[in-house]
């Protein structure tokens, strides 16, 4: 009797863990940014909580750099992160794949320089002080402006700061310039004008964006959640997409990402017209996720890493930088719809 006894507990144990295991499984963390998009209204209104009965823990990050230290550190399951970090990432080999592409950056994110600096062309940056987070998309096409002026980074005075600390040197007068992206894009454009746009650069060959990233032992684990957390993003997009230009400071979706990334519900309606968000179809273009190493992205990770490395910011290149992009989900999603 004690040996059924015995059994019986270590079942009722075993159920138990199983149990409490499953119950754990439910868990994720998911890193942002205070970009302005569709997604923060999905935060808000628990939309990803909803479609996946997955609790979800939301982390706040200030750069794509410290959310990509986060992953490495397994701190958070997936994290939005631009082209840059993502780039660096890829080539320290950390495990994670790029599932989604948040927005092409466009005009969204530029290099803004202050009134009575005295920056009126590419050539006055010599010896001014210009604020960036370094190992972000901005960073990049910093470094990649100053490639296209025929400037070095010895001859202009690049400080590593993150959005709220520009803003607060930008109001002291501490910095003649900065490349940003809102909300503190917004507000020091109200006194200062835009030297040139992460749009312009792009078409000179170094196109930037901001992606959705998990770790791969995640997405292995919750491939369900992760094809739900993507379908719900596209839907929310869609309606973002859909009603873009009737879009007031009084709109739902307005005021959910004014509260969630700061600023004014107006400052949004005008900054996410800045953006581009991609549908289905978008996505799984050649442009961008789809055609493996010849994709869009992909060949985005290869020349920003192959830029950051002669920058001397990481030490060496993957061989293939396709392992680090995967339309798998995207498209059973876009299946599921």
């Not at 750099?65 to 080539?91: L, Q, R």
């Not at 650069?201 to 491939?223: R, V, Y």
């Not at 719900?232 to 009084?250: N, P």
Request: glycine share 8%.
């Amino acid at each position: 009797m004690k040996i059924q006894k015995l059994v019986k507990n270590i079942a009722l144990a075993s159920t138990l863990l199983c149990s409490v295991s499953s119950w754990a499984a439910k868990e994720v963390t998911i890193g942002y940014q205070g970009m302005y998009n569709p997604m923060k209204y999905a935060i808000d209104t628990e939309m990803f909580e909803q479609a996946t009965g997955y609790e979800i823990k939301w982390r706040k990050f200030d750069s794509g750099a410290k959310a990509i230290t986060a992953m490495a550190a397994g701190a958070v399951d997936m994290t939005v992160a631009g082209s840059s970090p993502i780039a660096s990432a890829a080539s320290k080999g950390i495990e994670m794949e790029l599932i989604w592409i948040m927005e092409n950056i466009a005009d969204a994110e530029a290099l803004v320089v202050r009134d009575g600096s005295g920056i009126t062309s590419p050539t006055d940056l010599k010896g001014k002080k210009i604020a960036v987070p370094f190992v972000s998309t901005t960073h990049f096409h910093m470094l990649f402006a100053l490639e296209q002026f025929g400037l070095s980074e010895k001859e202009v005075k690049l400080i590593n700061m993150q959005p709220n600390a520009i803003m607060a040197a930008w109001q002291r007068g501490d910095i003649d310039g900065a490349f940003i992206w809102d909300p503190a894009l917004g507000k020091i454009k109200q006194n200062g004008s835009v030297l040139v746009t992460s749009k312009q650069l792009s078409a000179w060959g170094k196109p930037t964006f901001d992606g959705m990233i998990a770790s791969k032992e995640f997405t292995q684990e919750n491939e369900d959640f992760v094809v739900t957390f993507l379908s719900t993003l596209a839907k929310v997009d869609r309606s973002y997409v859909e009603g873009r230009d009737t879009m007031t400071a009084d709109n739902p979706m307005a005021k959910s990402v004014a509260k969630i990334s700061g600023g004014d519900a107006a400052g949004v309606v005008e900054a996410m017209k800045l953006y581009e968000f991609l549908d289905f179809d978008g996505q799984l273009s050649c442009q961008w996720m789809g055609c493996g190493a010849e994709g869009g992205a992909t060949q985005a990770l290869k020349s920003t890493s192959e830029f950051l490395l002669e920058e001397k910011k990481i030490t060496e290149l993957q061989p293939d930088y396709s392992l680090y992009v995967n339309p798998t989900f995207a498209e059973k999603a876009k299946a599921a719809m």
